[in-house]
């Protein structure tokens, strides 16, 4: 049998990003909190947080493969994670603005009964449309900024804002999903087999 995956985290947007890609998971998200109060890099800091989440579940569901992703968005160098409010969320998309930046995605995937663990980080580079005031709040008063790193989302009305992406889109939506579907088969956790018709 399969090891049951546990997935270590509330976000929407990875559960569907795991749901399309056909793999079956239960959320078990544990109540840590995000450290950013640290002086580490854009990496580092995504690695530390994934690695707080995935452990923290491992320690109540030992038997289970625990997958855990933190995702940050960095621009000059300075660190952009969930705005606090609504004015900080367009604080963040007028910095944003016309300009390219990084979203890093850190991943951390255990076994803890069978002492077995693997992270891996996706970086992408995501180039901005110049938003004026009235583009920004035309965006917001669709999308939730509260929980999403640099308070935007790839996915849904993205493309309104975003000219283009370089490297993984899904690792900019939550989930660098090429690297992962790999990394999940070495702990035997891959994709429901779907039964295709044959020809007549």
Known sequence: M?????????????????????????????????RFDVDLTLRELTALNALRKAMATARLRPKHVVLAADTLVAIDERILGKPKDNNEAVAMLQRLSGRAHEVCTSVFICHLSEAKSTSFHEISCVQFCRLDRERIGNYLARVNPLDKAGAYAA????????????????????????????ALAEFGVGAKSVRRGSNP
């Open 155 to 182: 996915q849904g009305f993205g493309s309104e804002i975003i000219q283009r992406i370089n490297g993984s889109y899904t690792n900019v939506v939550g989930l660098p999903m090429e690297k992962t579907i790999a």
């Open 2 to 34: 399969r090891p049951t995956l546990l997935l270590a985290s509330n976000s929407p947007r990875r559960r569907e990003l795991l749901l399309e890609a056909g793999i079956d998971f239960e959320i078990l998200a544990p109540k840590v909190a995000e």
